[in-house]
Structure formats: structure tokens, C-alpha cells
């Protein structure tokens, strides 16, 4: 008994890694299908497209691509507390259970980073109620002036679990929150659907 578990125990140890290798592995293969979905939803509509993973209180984005000829801003490559100013943030807190989603909501401090943040939890909550409803998250101005989006959330293709969100950002010079939601709306859920197949947590080292 005492010779087979010391044989566990030096085998214990490399299997972990091989098990660890094999998933990094996997995850950048996943990472590269990502990117070939934005790219190509990128070419065809000469758009900016941003997809993030939320890690705590934080989103980190896995990969973006920014519209030739027109100014947009995206996200540093982690970003804290903007689940509330951002389509990605509003997004992903749609994928949440309504107790899990007050909890949260009611854990967060809503810092205003423009005059039109929310910074009412009761508003912010029906927001992202509505945004359960419809599938998908907008911003006006809420991160940064002259900037929105659009966002649909990213699931955990295992678990079913929202995880993240895709993004399409605009400037407001060209235009209007209306505009947005009706010729972008089916296209960001589309692009969300194809993503969940891919995305898991274990991508955010990469």
C-alpha cells in the first residue's frame, strides 16, 4: 500500500500538468475560432466588436477590432466596476438567476464616469430585467460621451453559464441609440450564439 501510493504521488503531480496543458491547449484553439469569427463579422460590416469575460468584479477582454475610418473607444484590457456603464457589463448581469442578479447589483457601487452613468440600483435593475427579456444590452454615453453599444451575453457552451458578452460600438456622430438596436440587435445575439460555442473561463490567461 505504502510503494502505490508513493507511485501516486510522483504521478499525481505530471498528470495535473498534462491535464493543465491540454486545456490551455484547447482554450487557445477556442481563442483562434473567436478571432476568426471577429474578424470576419469585422470585414463584412466594417464595424468595432469587443469581446470580454467577466472575472469577479472585473471584465477582461479576450479579443476586439476596431472600425476603419471612425472613432470608437475600447476597453482596457481589464477593466473594474464597469458592469454598469458598459453593454458588455449589462450583458453578462442579464445571465444571472433574479437573486444572484439583486445581490449583485445590490454589492456594486455604481461610480458615475459620465452624467448619464445609472447610478441607481432600482433603475439599473430594471434595466437589466428588460435586457433579459430582449437579449441584449445597450449604453448611452454611460462609459464614455460619444460612445455606444450594443451587447449580447456569451455562455459557458458546458454549464450553460454566462460568462461574458460580444460588444458592437459605435460613435454618436454616426449614430442613434435607435438606429442601433434596429439593424444591430439580431445581428450581436447571432454573433453571441456563435461565440458560447467557443468561450470558457480558462481563456482568460491567454
Not at 464597469?82 to 448581469?93: M, P, R
Not at 452624467?115 to 444590452?137: M, P, R, S
Amino acid at each position: 500500500v505504502g510503494s502505490e501510493m508513493c507511485i501516486r504521488d510522483r504521478i499525481g503531480p505530471s498528470t495535473q500538468c498534462l491535464v493543465l496543458c491540454n486545456n490551455l491547449l484547447r482554450a487557445t484553439d477556442h481563442l483562434k475560432v473567436i478571432r476568426t469569427v471577429v474578424d470576419d463579422v469585422h470585414r463584412a460590416n466594417n464595424i468595432s466588436i469587443e469581446v470580454a469575460l467577466a472575472v469577479g468584479n472585473s471584465l477582461n477582454r479576450i479579443c476586439n477590432r476596431e472600425a476603419e475610418e471612425t472613432f470608437t473607444y475600447s476597453l482596457p484590457d481589464s477593466t473594474d466596476n464597469s458592469f454598469h456603464n458598459t453593454a458588455l457589463g449589462k450583458a453578462y448581469l442579464s445571465t444571472l438567476p433574479q437573486e444572484q442578479l439583486q445581490a449583485r447589483i445590490n454589492s456594486m457601487e455604481l461610480v458615475a464616469r459620465t452624467e448619464k452613468t445609472i447610478t441607481d440600483k432600482a433603475v439599473l435593475l430594471k434595466e437589466i430585467e428588460a435586457a433579459k427579456k430582449q437579449q441584449f444590452a445597450m449604453t448611452e454615453e454611460e462609459y464614455l460621451p460619444g460612445l455606444l453599444a450594443i451587447a449580447a451575453p456569451i455562455y459557458d457552451p458546458v454549464s450553460g453559464v454566462g460568462i461574458g458578452a460580444v460588444s458592437l460600438d459605435f460613435s454618436i456622430m454616426q449614430h442613434t441609440s435607435q438606429e442601433i438596436q434596429e439593424k444591430y440587435s439580431e445581428l450581436v445575439k447571432q454573433i453571441a450564439i456563435r461565440l458560447s460555442s467557443f468561450c470558457s473561463p480558462d481563456m482568460i490567461s491567454k
